[in-house]
C-alpha cells in the first residue's frame, strides 16, 4: 500500500473504513525497513513483534466497532532517550547499551493510549550530545536523500526514518535544535513546543532547563495532531505547563489574516550561510508578502552570544545529569581497578564516548568555584538578555522567519565549522528558542539544486503555537510536500 502518499489522518480515515489494516500498514512500513535500514542506519532497536501484537490488537478493536483514538494501529518511532518498560533504551551509548528501562516515559505513556504501532527506537547522538548521529556508539545514520551525509542530530534516527518511510512520524527531543535541524535536512517537519509544553517525564535529561521533546513529521498538519496528542499536562513533571488551545490542527486550519513576520536581515548577512539557502529562504518571504503578511525588518544582536552561553550552560547542566552515570548508581560497570575512583574511572572511560566527555569536562571547568561566575553566572545573564530582546520585537511581530542551519547536509565524516564560522557554528539560528522557551516551528523551504533539502524556522512567543502552523499551512498548501528520496533519486 502507498502510505507514504497519506497523511497521518488519511492514515486513521483509512483503518476506520477498512480500506486496510493496521497489520497491512505495518507490514508495509517494516518492508520499507527491510528495503532501507540497512543502508540508512535510522534505529538501534527494531520492534517488530511487539508492532504486529499491537497492529492486530488494533485490528480487533475495531471489527468490534471501538471508538479509537486518532493514531491508533499508525506506526511511529520514539528516540532512543524516551524509556520503555521493556524495550532497551540506551541513549545510543556503551554506557546503558543494555538498560531495559522499569517505566514508561510519559509521553509513550499517552501514545500507548492511542493504541500507537512501535516499529523501534530510533539511532541518536550519544546522550543527545551532538549534531550529526555520527557520535551513537552504535552506527552512524546516514541522510535519504544522499545516503554520503549526515542526517543531522541529535535526532537523527527519528528525522531518517520518517524522512525514508521507516515511520509515519517519530519523537525526538530538542535541546539546541536537535529536532529543528535533523527535520531541516532530512526535508520534514519538526516543532519545538513552548518549554514545558510536553512532559519530559521519562526522557533522560542531557540539560534540564533545556530539553523539549518535539514531534517530527512529513507533513504540517500531521506536526499539529501529533502535538494535540501529546501537549497534557502533567502533574508529576514540575516543568509541565497547560496547553491553552483545544486543538492545534483546527489553529492550522484558521484563516490565515495579516500577520506581521520579522526579518533579521542580520542573519543573512552572515559570510557561512549559503547563496542557495539564502535565495530559498527569500522565496519564501516574499510569498508570505504575496498572500497578505507584513514583513518587517528586526534587529537582533545576539546571535553569537546565544552560541556561548548556551554550550555553556548545556554543558553545565550536562555534566551534572552525567553524574550518576558511573557504573555504580546507574550503567555499565568496568571490571577495572580496585577502587571506587578506579571504577568511576574506568566505566566512564570506556562507556562514553568522546563528545560526552568533552562537554562533561566543560561544563565541570565552567561550575568549578574560580570559574563559575565568568561562565556560568555570565551565560545565564546573556540567556536573560536573549529572551529579553525577542519579547521585545514579539511585541510588534507575530513570527520571526529565520533559517535553520547555514548549509544543507554535509558530508559524513566532516563538520559544518569547517566550511566557516567556528566550532558548533552551525547550530546557532536554533538556539535563541532553546534559551529563551517559546516554540519553534522547522518546515522544508525547498530543494538546492544537489537535491537537497532546505529548511525554514518560524519562531513565536509563548503558546503561539497555533499560529506557526497556520504560517507553515499556508506555504506547505502552496508549495506542496518536498519530494521523497525515492522521488528524487527516480
Same mark, same amino acid.
Not at 41 to 57: P, S
Not at 266 to 289: M, P
Given at each position: 500500500?502507498?502510505?507514504? *502518499?497519506?497523511?497521518?489522518?488519511?492514515?486513521?480515515?483509512?483503518?476506520?473504513?477498512?480500506?486496510?489494516?493496521?497489520?497491512?500498514?505495518?507490514?508495509?512500513?517494516?518492508?520499507?525497513?527491510?528495503?532501507?535500514?540497512?543502508?540508512?542506519?535510522?534505529?538501534?532497536?527494531?520492534?517488530?513483534?511487539?508492532?504486529?501484537?499491537?497492529?492486530?490488537?488494533?485490528?480487533?478493536?475495531?471489527?468490534?466497532?471501538?471508538?479509537?483514538?486518532?493514531?491508533? +494501529?499508525?506506526?511511529?518511532?520514539?528516540?532512543?532517550?524516551?524509556?520503555?518498560?521493556?524495550?532497551?533504551?540506551?541513549?545510543? $551509548?556503551?554506557?546503558?547499551?543494555?538498560?531495559?528501562?522499569?517505566?514508561?516515559?510519559?509521553?509513550?505513556?499517552?501514545?500507548?493510549?492511542?493504541?500507537?504501532?512501535?516499529?523501534?527506537?530510533?539511532?541518536?547522538?550519544?546522550?543527545?550530545?551532538?549534531?550529526?548521529?555520527?557520535?551513537?556508539?552504535?552506527?552512524?545514520?546516514?541522510?535519504?536523500?544522499?545516503?554520503?551525509?549526515?542526517?543531522?542530530? #541529535? $535526532?537523527?534516527?527519528?528525522?531518517?526514518?520518517?524522512?525514508?518511510?521507516?515511520?509515519?512520524?517519530?519523537?525526538? $527531543?530538542?535541546? +539546541?535544535? *536537535?529536532?529543528?535541524?535533523?527535520?531541516?535536512?532530512?526535508?520534514?517537519?519538526?516543532?519545538?513546543?513552548?518549554?514545558?509544553?510536553?512532559?519530559?517525564?521519562?526522557?533522560?535529561?542531557?540539560?534540564?532547563?533545556?530539553?523539549?521533546?518535539?514531534?517530527? &513529521?512529513?507533513?504540517?498538519? !500531521?506536526?499539529?495532531?501529533?502535538?494535540?496528542?501529546?501537549?497534557?499536562?502533567?502533574?508529576?513533571?514540575?516543568?509541565?505547563?497547560?496547553?491553552?488551545?483545544?486543538?492545534?490542527?483546527?489553529?492550522?486550519?484558521?484563516?490565515?489574516?495579516?500577520?506581521?513576520?520579522?526579518?533579521?536581515? $542580520?542573519?543573512? /548577512?552572515?559570510?557561512?550561510?549559503?547563496?542557495?539557502?539564502?535565495?530559498?529562504?527569500?522565496?519564501?518571504?516574499?510569498?508570505?508578502?504575496?498572500?497578505?503578511?507584513?514583513?518587517?525588518?528586526?534587529?537582533?544582536?545576539?546571535?553569537?552570544?546565544?552560541?556561548?552561553?548556551?554550550?555553556?550552560? #548545556?554543558?553545565?547542566?550536562?555534566?551534572?545529569?552525567?553524574?550518576?552515570?558511573?557504573?555504580?548508581?546507574?550503567?555499565?560497570?568496568?571490571?577495572?581497578?580496585?577502587?571506587?575512583? !578506579?571504577?568511576?574511572?574506568?566505566?566512564?572511560?570506556?562507556?562514553?564516548?568522546?563528545?560526552?566527555?568533552?562537554?562533561?569536562?566543560?561544563?565541570?571547568?565552567?561550575?568549578?568555584?574560580?570559574?563559575?561566575? !565568568?561562565?556560568?553566572?555570565?551565560?545565564?545573564?546573556?540567556?536573560?538578555?536573549?529572551?529579553?530582546?525577542?519579547?521585545?520585537?514579539?511585541?510588534?511581530?507575530?513570527?520571526?522567519?529565520?533559517?535553520?542551519?547555514? &548549509?544543507?547536509?554535509?558530508?559524513?565524516?566532516?563538520?559544518?565549522? /569547517?566550511?566557516?564560522?567556528?566550532?558548533?557554528?552551525?547550530?546557532?539560528?536554533?538556539?535563541?528558542?532553546?534559551?529563551?522557551?517559546?516554540?519553534?516551528? /522547522?518546515?522544508?523551504?525547498?530543494?538546492? +539544486?544537489?537535491?537537497?533539502?532546505?529548511?525554514?524556522?518560524?519562531?513565536?512567543?509563548?503558546? *503561539?503555537?497555533?499560529?506557526?502552523?497556520?504560517?507553515?499551512?499556508?506555504?506547505?498548501?502552496?508549495?506542496?510536500?518536498?519530494?521523497?528520496?525515492?522521488?528524487?533519486?527516480?
Amino acid at each position: 500500500m502507498d502510505y507514504r *502518499s497519506m497523511q497521518l489522518q488519511q492514515l486513521a480515515d483509512g483503518l476506520r473504513a477498512r480500506d486496510f489494516s493496521s497489520r497491512e500498514l505495518t507490514e508495509s512500513v517494516f518492508a520499507a525497513i527491510d528495503k532501507t535500514e540497512p543502508v540508512v542506519g535510522a534505529y538501534i532497536t527494531l520492534t517488530r513483534d511487539i508492532a504486529m501484537k499491537q497492529a492486530d490488537r488494533v485490528d480487533a478493536l475495531l471489527s468490534e466497532g471501538r471508538e479509537l483514538p486518532p493514531l491508533a +494501529g499508525i506506526p511511529g518511532a520514539l528516540k532512543d532517550n524516551i524509556a520503555t518498560a521493556g524495550i532497551r533504551t540506551t541513549n545510543a $551509548s556503551r554506557m546503558l547499551a543494555d538498560f531495559v528501562p522499569p517505566n514508561d516515559a510519559f509521553v509513550w505513556r499517552i501514545l500507548r493510549q492511542q493504541e500507537m504501532v512501535l516499529t523501534g527506537k530510533a539511532n541518536m547522538d550519544e546522550f543527545a550530545m551532538g549534531h550529526s548521529t555520527e557520535t551513537s556508539a552504535f552506527h552512524r545514520t546516514r541522510n535519504p536523500y544522499d545516503t554520503s551525509r549526515v542526517p543531522g542530530g #541529535s $535526532s537523527g534516527g527519528s528525522a531518517a526514518a520518517v524522512a525514508s518511510g521507516e515511520a509515519c512520524f517519530a519523537l525526538g $527531543s530538542d535541546t +539546541g535544535g *536537535s529536532v529543528r535541524q535533523p527535520a531541516a535536512l532530512c526535508g520534514i517537519v519538526g516543532m519545538r513546543p513552548t518549554y514545558g509544553l510536553i512532559s519530559r517525564r521519562g526522557v533522560t535529561t542531557f540539560s534540564s532547563s533545556l530539553d523539549q521533546i518535539g514531534p517530527m &513529521t512529513r507533513s504540517v498538519r !500531521d506536526n499539529a495532531l501529533l502535538l494535540d496528542v501529546l501537549a497534557f499536562f502533567d502533574e508529576k513533571d514540575a516543568q509541565s505547563v497547560a496547553r491553552r488551545t483545544d486543538s492545534f490542527v483546527r489553529e492550522a486550519d484558521a484563516p490565515f489574516g495579516q500577520p506581521v513576520i520579522g526579518w533579521p536581515q $542580520s542573519y543573512f /548577512e552572515l559570510n557561512d550561510l549559503r547563496g542557495d539557502v539564502k535565495a530559498l529562504l527569500e522565496k519564501a518571504r516574499d510569498f508570505y508578502a504575496s498572500i497578505g503578511a507584513r514583513i518587517v525588518p528586526v534587529d537582533l544582536k545576539t546571535l553569537d552570544a546565544c552560541l556561548a552561553g548556551y554550550y555553556i550552560i #548545556s554543558s553545565a547542566e550536562g555534566f551534572s545529569s552525567m553524574n550518576r552515570f558511573d557504573g555504580i548508581h546507574y550503567g555499565r560497570r568496568s571490571d577495572g581497578g580496585n577502587s571506587l575512583e !578506579d571504577i568511576y574511572f574506568h566505566s566512564r572511560s570506556e562507556g562514553l564516548g568522546t563528545e560526552v566527555k568533552r562537554r562533561i569536562l566543560l561544563g565541570c571547568y565552567a561550575l568549578t568555584q574560580e570559574n563559575y561566575g !565568568d561562565y556560568y553566572l555570565k551565560a545565564a545573564k546573556v540567556r536573560t538578555i536573549v529572551k529579553r530582546e525577542f519579547e521585545a520585537i514579539f511585541r510588534t511581530c507575530d513570527a520571526i522567519l529565520t533559517p535553520v542551519t547555514a &548549509t544543507p547536509a554535509w558530508p559524513l565524516g566532516s563538520h559544518p565549522e /569547517e566550511m566557516g564560522g567556528g566550532k558548533y557554528s552551525n547550530d546557532r539560528f536554533t538556539l535563541p528558542p532553546s534559551l529563551t522557551g517559546m516554540p519553534a516551528l /522547522e518546515l522544508p523551504a525547498g530543494m538546492t +539544486g544537489e537535491g537537497l533539502p532546505v529548511g525554514m524556522q518560524l519562531i513565536g512567543p509563548r503558546f *503561539s503555537e497555533g499560529a506557526l502552523y497556520r504560517l507553515a499551512a499556508a506555504f506547505e498548501d502552496a508549495h506542496g510536500l518536498l519530494p521523497t528520496p525515492e522521488e528524487v533519486k527516480a
